[in-house]
């Protein structure tokens, strides 16, 4: 079974408007962390935001914010007040237990965001 | 910028080639993780070393081999290249290498162009 779920392979969105990138993740593990990174056409993977399955509150840095809905297991990530930059790949990603090794950081197919002027 | 530095940044080689990939941590982190990303197969997890010792592995072929040297910079040799060995190869690197909290940092990524 896919361990993280992007549903959406591309989405448009104009710019200065908000969008939600949806993920969802499957875990039977009472411990994780859920991860965003962008990837822009020029290849590089950058880290945006970290959610914790023990954090009371949604993630937030700067414009993106985490939407955590642990019961329906997904962790949308919200981007405010679009910008042309951001258009971009996205994946979401998700390490399970608390002591483990990089094979159970396992990343989803991604979304590729289109920003419109 | 990551912090975490990979070169070179393209490589063009022919097939049956051996060639070495090479990646720097930030500063403090331990653990290093490569990660090729082909478009067929999106991004694949291929090894992990912590503080010099391997720790896991992921979808990893033989030809490939990784090791992580005593000032914690990494090499992933890949060898009897094929035309499928065509990939964007990242380096990451975290603190710990272990726990769920544990944000793994990307470099730039090395393209690898197999004719």
């Known amino acids: 079974a896919q361990k993280i779920t992007q549903t959406q392979p591309g989405m448009f969105v104009q710019e200065k408007e908000a969008v939600t990138l949806d993920c969802t993740y499957d875990t039977s593990d009472p411990s994780y962390g859920l991860f965003w990174y962008k990837q822009p056409s020029s290849g590089e993977m950058i880290f945006l935001i970290y959610?914790?399955?023990?954090?009371?509150q949604n993630a937030t840095e700067g414009r993106y914010s985490l939407n955590f809905q642990k019961a329906r297991k997904s962790a949308n990530l919200v981007i405010s007040a679009s910008q042309l930059g951001d258009s971009a790949m996205y994946f979401c990603a998700m390490r399970e237990g608390r002591d483990n090794y990089g094979q159970n950081f396992v990343f989803g197919p991604g979304t590729r965001l289109s920003v419109l002027p | 910028d990551s912090g975490v530095t990979q070169t070179p940044k393209h490589l063009i080689t022919a097939t049956g080639q051996r060639v070495t990939l090479r990646c720097s941590p930030r500063?403090?982190?331990?653990?290093v993780y490569w990660y090729q990303q082909s478009l067929d197969q999106g991004l694949q997890f291929l090894i992990q070393?912590?503080?010099?010792?391997?720790?896991a592995k992921g979808n990893i072929l033989e030809r490939f081999s990784a090791q992580q040297f005593p000032d914690l910079h990494s090499e992933l040799n890949l060898s009897s290249l094929e035309l499928g060995d065509s990939a964007l190869y990242f380096c990451?690197?975290?603190?710990?290498?272990?726990?769920?909290?544990?944000?793994?940092?990307f470099g730039p990524g090395t393209r690898l162009t197999v004719l």
């Open positions: 959610q914790g399955s023990y954090d009371q």
């Open positions: 500063s403090g982190d331990l653990s």
């Open positions: 990451a690197s975290s603190r710990s290498g272990r726990l769920s909290t544990d944000t793994q940092y």
């Open positions: 070393y912590y503080n010099g010792e391997e720790r």
